[in-house]
């Protein structure tokens, strides 16, 4: 008796567990190449799992929440430019926002080029916020932060 009470057990705390899983399709990782003195080009690079996509920071009013970074302010550096993205980019309606939308599949990297005003270690910090969504539902956004040695 005491087996099947415990094989019981064991299936049940499976399902709860099976069920507590929490879906995370998009994985990230953060870096710096070095592209000249005091300089260096910041990436951060999404894979996204098959069948979801993650929106451009270029996605207009109206659509779902765009990508966005942030950096904490740090006197030693300078950022240059914009940030540029790199991806295949799909831009088509989607009936489910009601709008053109401008989003990744696969993967994306976001990259920002910074400057040091000086010769020191230092780290940029930051905090990239995304959406993830499938053709049939879409995450709540998401934040992740990181912080990069230069």
Not at 44 to 63: C, F, M, Q, V
Not at 65 to 85: H, K, Y
Not at 119 to 138: F, I
Request: hydrophobic share 40%; charged share 30%; glycine share 8%.
């Amino acid at each position: 008796m005491r087996l099947y009470v415990f094989s019981f057990l064991i299936v049940l705390l499976s399902g709860f567990s099976a069920k507590s899983q929490i879906l995370n399709p998009v994985e990230w990782e953060f870096e710096a190449i070095e592209t000249g003195d005091k300089e260096f080009e910041i990436k951060l690079n999404a894979t996204i799992d098959k069948g979801w996509h993650i929106y451009s920071r270029l996605t207009p009013e109206g659509g779902p929440i765009p990508t966005s970074v942030s950096f904490e302010n740090n006197r030693a550096l300078e950022l240059i430019g914009e940030i540029d993205e790199e991806g295949d980019l799909e831009d088509k309606m989607d009936d489910m926002f009601g709008v053109r939308v401008k989003s990744y599949s696969g993967s994306v990297s976001f990259i920002q080029g910074v400057k040091l005003k000086f010769p020191v270690t230092t780290y940029l910090v930051g905090t990239v916020e995304y959406m993830a969504c499938d053709d049939s539902r879409c995450l709540p956004p998401e934040e992740k932060k990181f912080k990069i040695k230069l």
